[in-house]
């Protein structure tokens, strides 16, 4: 029997609601799967164990977390707290200190939801798109001065380092080689940022040359807003810094149908720490606690958990329980402007696994 530890992190907002989903799916799965066992350990941290404790997890915390095979992540804001103290709080320090440096975010119409683009099919959006997650915009570096006087100064340094450039771009280059359009462009903004864009696109072009079966392109990031819209059939992997693909994702899962539907996989490719997985939508405290939260992209990122864990035949299984209930507009949650609320998913996707013919 293989068996995996798994910490379960709700956090804040809807994290509450669709984590525990998430796990009541992993359960349904588990009872009809044979070979693998999930022991989980949810641990209570977020901006309530700030309130608490003042921080948004233990001081051991990632060492706490080194002991777990993968890490499953609801969200983490608080309309009380301002979004950088916890974002910096919980999410940041995880990925950065676990060094999961691959931001994995599918995007593809599932059956029964519709993207916002008129005529547009499953064929035309079916992407993928790696986010670097340890530099770049979000590496901390920079600071404040003068506070509150007429001359304040306030920085946000971008960093990139040509060993964490190199590192994304042969991620993203595999990922891309093992699809079957072996396509990949890469998204700078070189026009405007000519040292840390440029390093970007001088990389790529190094180590496109080790991957000559994969076919491949530059794209400036408000360029790339535009080709998302209007010629959506002409990506497949696309490849960015941590700020540009945190926007571009948003907008791919827009067009998908929904935040709601959308997970991550945090990476260390590496395995030396555990990944985390999560969907993209956050906490969303406006709709918290009303029982209308979209748990597909909690049961997605679960079904990206166990692929990672090795459990493929599992996760194949899942992703076919979740699109024959999100085929059925009945299942529709308001994200998607139908009226059906978490519980009935939920319950959908687990009656689904229970199916003798999935």
């Known amino acids: 029997m293989r068996e995996y530890r798994i910490a379960a992190i709700p956090g804040d907002g809807i994290g509450q609601e669709v984590v ?12 009809r799967e044979a070979g693998f066992r999930l022991h989980v350990e949810t641990l209570p941290w977020g901006s309530d164990y700030y309130r608490r404790h003042g921080r948004f997890m233990p001081a051991d915390g990632l060492e706490l977390l080194r002991r777990f095979d993968a890490i499953y992540f609801g969200a983490v804001g608080d309309s009380e707290i301002p979004d950088h103290v ?5 999410r940041l320090p995880i990925c950065q200190g676990l060094d999961q440096y691959a931001n994995v975010r599918p995007a593809r119409l599932l059956p029964g939801i519709k993207s ?10 079916d ?5 670097e997650n340890s530099e770049g915009e979000y590496a901390g570096t920079g600071g404040r ?12 340094v971008a960093v990139f380092t040509r060993a964490g450039v190199e590192r994304i771009l042969r991620f993203a280059f595999g990922l891309a080689r093992g699809r079957s359009r072996r396509k990949l462009t890469v998204v700078t903004k070189s026009n405007a940022q000519r040292h840390g864009m440029v390093l970007w696109d001088e990389v790529a072009a190094e180590v496109a040359r080790d991957f000559p079966d994969v076919s491949w392109d530059k794209e400036l990031v408000d360029a790339m807003t535009t ?3 209007l010629k959506p059939q002409t990506i497949d992997v696309v490849v960015a810094t941590n700020l540009h693909a945190d926007i571009l994702s948003d907008l791919a899962a827009a067009l998908a149908g929904s935040l709601g539907i959308a997970p991550t996989a945090n990476l260390d490719p590496a395995r030396r720490s555990p990944s ?12 918290a606690g009303k029982g209308i939260a979209n748990p597909i992209a909690s049961f997605w990122t679960a079904a990206m958990m166990l692929e990672h864990l090795g459990e493929k035949d599992a996760a194949a299984r899942l992703m076919a329980a979740i699109e024959r209930v999100t085929a ?3 299942n529709h949650t308001p994200d998607l402007g139908g009226s059906a609320t978490t519980r009935r998913v939920t319950e959908a996707v687990c009656d689904a696994l229970r199916g003798a013919n999935l």
């Open 20 to 31: 525990p989903a998430g796990l009541e799916v992993l359960r349904a799965l588990e009872a």
């Open 86 to 90: 916890t974002l910096w709080g919980l």
């Open 116 to 125: 916002p683009l008129a005529g547009r099919g499953p064929e035309e959006i």
């Open 127 to 131: 992407w993928v798109i790696v986010r």
């Open 145 to 156: 001065v003068h506070r509150g006087l007429p001359l304040e100064v306030a920085t946000e």
């Open 227 to 229: 080709r998302m819209v």
């Open 276 to 287: 985390m997985f999560e969907p993209i939508h956050g906490s969303a405290f406006d709709i």
């Open 328 to 330: 059925d507009p009945a």
